[in-house]
């Protein structure tokens, strides 16, 4: 049974609280440990913690977001593939360029959207000057007619 956003969100609430309260307890206990706090990587993980805190709590505000970023960083993986391949791309310009089009690819891929035919739609509206909404060109907004 898949539970809405709603219901995730109160069963976040009530699971998930407790223990990040308890986490930031210990977290703001290491921070006045000087012993703890004088090995480095120790600092720089508390720090990290504490400064990313705020966000770490959104995930109790809303219960369609995600925990994890597994998805995205999967989505990520085939530009990471082709980094060896781009490292001589030519300028920062073309590998801006790149990154772009990957990135709208990808964006294309976790909408069930095919590419090819998105890019063909963008392109036209682009070069034929059509009166579209930029947000709609969006892959996420992106419906087959402007």
């Not at 309260?21 to 706090?37: A, C, P, R, S």
């Not at 995600?66 to 073309?94: F, H, T, W, Y």
């Amino acid at each position: 049974m898949k539970l809405s956003g709603e219901q995730i969100k109160e069963k976040r609430l009530k699971l998930m609280r407790p223990i990040l309260e308890h986490i930031h307890h210990k977290v703001v206990m290491m921070m006045q440990d000087t012993k703890l706090m004088a090995n480095e990587l120790m600092r720089k993980a508390v720090n990290y913690t504490i400064n990313q805190w705020k966000s770490l709590k959104n995930i109790l505000k809303d219960g369609s977001a995600e925990i994890s970023n597994n998805l995205c960083e999967q989505r990520m993986k085939p530009v990471k593939l082709l980094l060896k391949n781009c490292m001589n791309i030519g300028s920062e310009d073309a590998a801006g360029n790149s990154a772009f089009i990957f990135s709208l690819i990808e964006s294309c891929k976790l909408n069930d959207i095919d590419p090819q035919d998105y890019l063909k739609h963008l392109f036209e509206c682009i070069l034929h000057g059509k009166d579209c909404d930029k947000k709609a060109l969006l892959p996420c907004f992106y419906q087959s007619e402007c």
